[in-house]
Every structure is written in C-alpha cells, then in structure tokens.
C-alpha cells in the first residue's frame, strides 16, 4: 500500500509541479510570484464582475428586502 502513496508522490513532485521549480529558483520576486499575481488579477475581475451585477439587480429592484424575507430580521 505504501508504494501507492509514493506513487502519488512521484506523480505530483516530479510530474505535475515540477515547472513551478521554475520560478521557486528565480533571482526575481516578481517573477517567482507570478502565478500568485495572476490568481490576485483574477480574482479581482471576477470580484468586479460580481460587483457589477449585484448593483444591476439592485437597481432592477428584483431583490426581496423585506422583513419577512429572514426571520431572524
């Protein structure tokens, strides 16, 4: 059963992460955080994007904001 485990081992620590060893041994902090700025940059369209049709409902007057909505309100 333990050489399962190694097995999975193998598979992600020299098969699926091993180009990110790339940028792990980079002089540059920019560039070894690159793949974190790109989630951060993504993240951030999908919050604005979010954003944006949560104030178009809003606007639409779609959304329930009465007190019987929740009872705990």
């Known amino acids: 059963m333990s050489k ?3 097995g999975i081992e193998d598979l992600f620590v020299n098969g ?3 180009p990110y060893d ?3 041994f980079m002089g540059n902090w920019w ?3 690159s793949v974190n700025w790109i989630f951060a940059i993504i993240g951030f369209v999908a919050m604005v994007y ?3 049709e949560l104030k178009i409902f ?3 007057g ?3 904001k009465s007190i019987t909505s929740h009872s705990y309100l």
Do not use: H, Q, T, V
């Open 58 to 60: 809003n606007d639409n």
């Open 62 to 64: 779609e959304e329930d």
């Open 50 to 52: 979010w954003m944006k």
């Open 22 to 24: 790339f940028f792990r």
């Open 31 to 33: 560039g070894s955080n």
């Open 16 to 18: 699926l992460f091993a």
């Open 4 to 6: 399962f485990w190694y």
